[in-house]
């Protein structure tokens, strides 16, 4: 089927989505860090997880790691937006690069509970996906006594060896499940303490419940984001637990026509690490499948903005109040 085949009628582009403040701050991190010191800049990890993001970085001279051991000496060093355990933050500071942390400060947030209660005797329970690094990181600040879980089924088998117990999860998780374990350890453990304020984060909530008001207003949502972003596979899961089909593309030429056949509505969103250059272009594409109408929902305006590390200055306010009030579509 050709692209001039009229597929689709209108888009509707959920608010918000896409690069939320942590993505934006860690970005901006290499970029500065680029520029103040030139190439290369070692990022420990995918800086984001978003493929276009990594790719233009590595062309401006950034060079992904995953072992420090690739780093030589006297380099400048970032850690990604995800966190890193202590025990890679101790050995980078002993091999004596020049470190920059673009750790989102909402896992950081995360990292000085856990350490504070640790040191009142607590053990944790966190809730998150084995192998993401933020758990990794996050599970990493202690050497003991945190325990991880990924579904109901695994609260069962946590045995505390004490009676202070508290609970983390990761900032990117779905609502709806995160709530769901949260209760089951709950009844498990009556007395666990739980975080002053959620850890699912405010660009997560914000962009599931954008999808929520979405999703039953269209026939597909389309879901910006790329394989290993971990917000992004929830946009598209809870689109599918309301009853509508969700796909999710790492960039326009992914889009597949035969997804649109006799659904007129689409419905466009972007994980918080998916840049804005790829939403136009998916746009531009649904465009040629025969959009006539592209219309922006009404949802939450976010304004929050993090301030970059000492050494690498920050936007001046002018920057900042210009670049909130660029235009989107
Ligand atoms: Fe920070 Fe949330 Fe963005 Fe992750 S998704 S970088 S926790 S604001």
Known sequence: MSDTTTLVHEVLLAEPRGFCAGVDRAIEIVERALTKFGAP????????????????????????????????????????????????????????????????PLVTKVHVEVAKLAREGFEFIMIGHKG???????????????YLVEEVADVRHVRPRGDKLAVVTQTTLSVDDAAGILAEVKAQFPHVREPKQQDICYATQNR????????????????????????????????????????????????????????????????????????????????????????????????????????LGDKSMQQVAAERSAPRP
Request: charged share 20%.
């Open 41 to 104: 800049i070692y990022v420990r990890h995918e800086i984001v997880h978003n493929t276009y993001v990594v790719n233009d970085l590595k062309a401006k001279g950034a060079i992904f790691i995953e072992d420090l051991a690739e780093v030589p000496p006297g380099a400048t060093l970032v850690f990604s937006a995800h966190g890193v355990s202590r025990a890679v933050r101790d050995e980078a500071a002993a091999r004596g690069f020049q470190i920059f942390d673009a750790t989102c």
């Open 132 to 146: 993401h690094p933020e758990v990794e990181g996050t599970m990493g600040q202690l050497s003991q006594g945190i």
């Open 208 to 311: 599931q419940d954008a999808v929520k008001v979405l999703a039953p207003q269209v026939d597909v949502v389309v879901v910006v984001g790329s394989p290993t972003s971990s917000n992004s596979n929830r946009l598209r899961e809870l689109a599918e637990r309301l009853g509508t089909d969700a796909y999710m593309v790492d960039a326009a030429d992914d889009l597949q026509p035969g997804w649109f056949d006799g659904k007129p509505r689409v419905g466009l969103t972007a994980g918080a690490s998916a840049p804005d250059i790829l939403v136009q272009q998916v746009i531009a594409r649904l465009r040629a499948l025969g959009a006539v109408s592209v219309r922006r929902m009404h949802g939450v305006e976010e304004t929050i903005h993090f301030p970059l590390p000492m050494g």
